[in-house]
């Protein structure tokens, strides 16, 4: 009998703590900093939280299934951005007048175009690069861990669209 109660604590120990390991906090940071006073962003599950925050009035955007919504909301009224193929489009869109970036073997572009000319920011591993480089001098932002393209684009227009234009 004591076995079994240890053999279902165990269990419950070990599912909790696979519960936990989904939520993970993702911190994205300024330049090449890790400093706490450094944090954008805060991403834990779908939700994006403004500065080092996990608190529910610090939710910015909600990404899911490749769409990213304003705030907490899953509404299709607060689609703002959707990625699909490697292409981030405005609003619920997936037509070619309304591709904002494109991103290709971690390079990022404008629009529809896959010219060097056009790329934007270079991602390399846990840094995302201003332009066609890898320097030091050009880390625009750091991550705590690896994003996908998905995840990254949307951030990425919604922090330097006047750069992505």
Known sequence: MKSIKFGVIFLMVLFGMQLCAGEEEIKIYRGDSTSWSNVIFTVKGSKWYRGDS?????????????????????????????YQD?????GDSTSWSNILLTYREGKVYRRDSTSWSNIVFTIQGKKLYRGDSTSWSNIVLTFSEELRPGELLGMVYS???GDCM
Do not use: A, E, M, P
């Open 54 to 82: 996990t608190s529910w009035s610090n939710i910015v955007y909600t990404y899911q299934k490749g769409k990213w919504y304003r705030g907490d909301s899953t509404s299709w009224s607060n689609i703002i951005y959707t």
């Open 86 to 90: 490697g292409k981030l489009y405005r």
């Open 159 to 161: 922090l330097y669209q």
